[in-house]
């Protein structure tokens, strides 16, 4: 009711999420935020130090900056471990197709088609993507921050209006339904 009262917008709750560590933080980024705690895209994520020891101000800092990184970066999948057979074999029928159209070999047909899975793999999985704020591995340019091991236990990116279908007609086709 007050997000509908600041924003002037009928706005309609669609779907909901629960992110919990018991051993560290959540921590979140709100992408072009006109007012605090409103924004368009959400990172979260739930961060953990390795023996809870990390001051929960740094982690804060920390889990922030990763979570900008899940609303830049985009991931899929947490790590290469959670990457889903189906996508992996999908991806790999694609290259396949596309690498046999270069007429090579096939020895070198399935070596340009594994460095092109590595290559979609470290795209998709948070744990295998560079910082984008600075083009270092994620963890191991934080871990340094915080001064010891941090785990990454889930994340969450969502964006206004995402998975809404919308319906497209032509104007003609809407003033032929009004005339009859």
Known sequence: MEVAAIMGENVKLRRGFALSSANGIVSSYLHTSPQPGLGRIAGLLTLESENG???TEVLQRVGSNLAMHVVAARPLFLSRDHVATKT????????????????????????????????FVEEIALLEQKF???DKSVLEDLSKEVGQQIKVGSF??????EGI????????????????
């Open 132 to 134: 984008v704020m600075n």
């Open 156 to 161: 969450l990116r969502v964006e206004v209006g």
């Open 53 to 55: 020891g990390a001051p």
């Open 165 to 180: 279908q919308r319906q497209e007609n032509s104007f003609a086709s809407e003033v032929a339904a009004q005339v009859g």
């Open 88 to 119: 992996l074999e999908a991806e790999r029928d694609i290259l396949k197709t596309q690498a046999a159209a270069s007429g090579k070999p096939q020895a070198a047909i399935e070596k340009m088609v594994e460095g092109r899975l590595r290559k």
